[in-house]
C-alpha cells in the first residue's frame, strides 16, 4: 500500500478573505510529488505547511482562472533562485505555455533545471503520467472555460503475497515480483507451485479525485467512480444556487449528489465563497446527502 | 501641504521568507491612491495592513523581475470580482501590456472596469503625470533589465497665503486662487495690493522617491536630489557587497552614499535578502553614513 496523501494549501474561491487562499493542494504517492492548481501565494502556503515542497515533481493546472494558477511563475521563480536542478513538468491548458515563456523572457531568466510541459486535452479522459507507484488522469469539468480534473491512481499488481500460505512451502524471495504479477512459479525443489495458492487478491485500488471548479454535472460521475478521495468545489451553499448556476459552479448538495453517485468512499469539499464566514454549514448541509463528507480545510492532511 | 504618506507593503527580496513578503507599497497624496510595484501576494498586504486599497488610481511597476509584479494579475481580477468601476492607470515596461492582455484572454475576463497602460521610457526622466496635487516622473535605474525609479512630487502654488497680513485688508476670498497664483489683486474698494505684502514664500516642496532595484550608481543621484524621503534597496551589508556587485543590487552602505549626495531627508532601506534574518544591523550600517535611516518594515507608514 503506497503512502499516499494530499494536504490542502487553499481552498477559497475567486479572492482572498477570511484568512482562506485560492486553491492549490499538494499530494504524494510515495516519494512522487503533486502539486494541484497553484493560486497566487502558493509558495507561502507550501512553506507554511510544511511539505516536501522543493521536491514538487508534477505540476498539475485544471485552468487558467488566476485563482487557479496565478501562484505559477512565481514558484518556477523560486525554485531557480534556490537552485533547483531536478526535472519538473507541468500539465495545464495548451496557453500556459505561452504565458510561461513570455514571463520568462521579460524577465531574462534562464531556468537551472529542465522544465517541460504538456498540454492536456480538455475532451475525455487522457492518461497523463504511468509512473512506476501510480497512474494520473485528466478528465473534462464543465465550467466557463476549458477546465479538467485530476485522477490520481495508485497503481497495484494484480496479486498481492499471501505471507500465511507462502511459508508452507520452499520459495525463494527471487519470485515474489513474479507471484504479485499472477505468474505460476517453482519452488526450491523444481516442483510447479500455481499462483492462486500463495498469493490473494489485491484489495481496492486507492485513488484521489480532483474536481476543480465545475457546474453540477453528472457526465462527470463516469470519470471518478469509486474513488478512494473525492475533491469536489462546492462554491456555495444550496440557498444560492441560482448563483452557483450562473458562474457555473456547484452547491454543497450537488458535490455530494456527486459523490453519492460516484460511490467514492469520502467527499471533501472546496472553493468556499467569500460569503461565508463560518464554514460548517456547508459541511452540515453536504452531510445530510453524503455522510462522509469534510471541509477542504487549509494545513488539513487527508490519506487517501 | 498634502497629506502625503507612504505605507511599505512588502520589501524582502526575491523570495518569501521570515514573514517578509516581495516588493510592493502604498502611497497617497490627498485624495490620489499610488500602488508601486505589485509582488505576488500584494492583494494580501493591501487588506492585511488597512489601506485603501480599493482606491488606487495609478499602478506603477518598475520592472520586470517576478518579485516587482506577480501580484498585479491577481490584484486587477480582485477588482474586476469586487465590480471596481473606477479607470486604473498602469505605468511599466512595454511588455506588461502584453502580458496582462494574454492573462485576460486565457481567462476570457472582460474587465467592469477601464484600464489603461502606459509604457514607461527606461531612459531619462520622463513626466507620467501631471496631476492637480501633484507629478511623477519616472527615471531610469541600473539592472539587469530595463528599470525605472519614481519621484512622487506634491505639486503646490508659488506662493503661499499669510494668514495674519490678509486680515488687515479688506480682499475677498475669491482672490484667494490668484494671491496663491502670486498675482496681484483689488482690494473690495479696488486698491490695488501687491501679493508679496500678503503671501509668503512656498515651504520645500515634499517629495518621494522609489529606488527599487539597481546597482550602486550614483548617475541617479540627479534625479532625487533634495527629497523629502527615498526608498532606495540596500539588499546586502556591505560585507556581502561582491554579491551585491554581480546581482546589480546595492549594498547598506551604498544606498546611505546616495541618500548623502542627494541630500534627501530621510532614506528608507529594503529589498532586503533573505540571509539577513535580523534586519537591524542592515539600519545601523546604513547610519554610519547616512543617520536618518530607517528599515523599510512591512506595514509600516511614513509620512512624507
Redo the contacts between chains.
Sequence with gaps: MADFQLTILGSNS???NHGR?PTAQFVHVNNTHFLIDCG??T??RL?EHKVKWFKINYILISH????HY??L??LL??FN??RRKEKLTIFG?K??K??IQ??L????AKLNFELKFIATNPDGKNLLLDLPNCTVFSFPLNH??PTTGFIIQEKQFPRALDLEKIQQYDIDKSNYKCLIEGKDILDKNGKKIKNNEITKKQETIKSYAFCSDTIYDTSIVKYIKRASLLYHEATYMDRDKNRAKETMHSTTLQAAQIAKKAQVKKLIIGHFSSRYIQLEELETEAQTIFEETELALEGKTFKV
Design positions: 475567486a479572492i482572498f487562499h497566487e501565494g509558495q507561502e512553506v487558467l482562472h488566476g485563482d496565478f501562484g511563475m512565481g521563480t523560486t533562485l534556490l491548458p496557453e500556459l505561452k504565458i513570455m514571463h523572457k521579460v524577465s531574462n466557463k472555460i
